[in-house]
């Protein structure tokens, strides 16, 4: 069974730049969630995706959007990144109806 | 406003001691609550919590919830130093399966 893998590892943009974030799910999931954890913090909650649709969306702006693939894979795409943005991003995959979600080792994005 | 709140917000204990990490939350809908274990990047699954007063226990790791009170605690005996870590706890909720993190609790474990 393959966890929850994502890429690249580390990322540096410079502010108002785009960036696209991948994640492909443990497999025998089919949801994957995504989260912003800035430096000492707790992971926030961006959104999830379920059958290629949001299903669920936290405090964050319409420049954070995503999408899910018929693999059950997905992409975090964050547009005009603004420098509050540099942060750890984690995306966790879970199997629809439970609440136990496993992480990937996240996505370190530096903006200048 | 939603919000997890876990205390202490760091630790530093030797090895061997036993540790009571806190985490309470003022939420609606609660459904369920989880605690990770976060060392360098990804966060590991411990447990996941649904009916108050049930211990949930993974060799020296343990977790109880109470619902009335709104809070749960996580207990590790015979602290390692492999133990050293953030400590995560989350509340899931019924509406919109919305997920929210306390900022954790910081252990540092003395040889």
């Known amino acids: 069974e393959t966890g929850v893998t994502q890429s690249p590892t580390h990322l540096i943009k410079t502010r108002g730049q785009q960036v696209t974030l991948r994640c492909s799910s443990q497999s025998g999931h089919n949801t994957v969630s995504w989260y912003q954890q800035a430096l000492g913090q707790g992971p926030q909650f961006i959104f999830q995706?379920?059958?290629?649709?949001?299903?669920g969306r936290g405090n964050f702006p319409p420049r954070f959007s995503g999408l899910q693939f018929p693999n059950y894979s997905s992409e975090l795409n964050v547009n005009a990144l603004e420098l509050d943005d540099s942060a750890l991003y984690l995306c966790?995959?879970?199997?629809?109806?439970?609440?136990?979600?496993?992480f990937g080792p996240g996505t370190r994005l530096t903006v200048l | 406003e939603d919000k997890v709140v876990q205390s202490p917000l760091s630790l530093v204990v030797h090895e061997g001691d036993t540790v009571t990490l806190n985490c309470s939350y003022e939420v609606t809908n609660f459904r369920s609550l989880l605690w990770y274990k976060q060392e360098k990047k990804a966060p590991t699954f411990l447990f996941m919590l649904?009916?108050?007063?049930i211990e949930k226990k993974s060799g020296r790791l343990s977790s109880i919830l109470d619902k009335k009170e709104l809070f749960s605690i996580l207990n590790i005996t015979a602290t390692q130093t492999g133990d050293s870590a953030i400590y995560l706890c989350?509340?899931?909720?019924?509406?919109?399966?919305?997920?929210?993190f306390g900022k954790g609790t910081r252990l540092h474990i003395l040889p």
């Open positions: 989350a509340w899931v909720g019924n509406r919109d399966d919305k997920i929210i």
């Open positions: 995706y379920y059958r290629e649709e949001e299903n």
């Open positions: 966790a995959s879970s199997r629809q109806g439970t609440d136990t979600q496993y």
């Open positions: 649904t009916s108050s007063g």
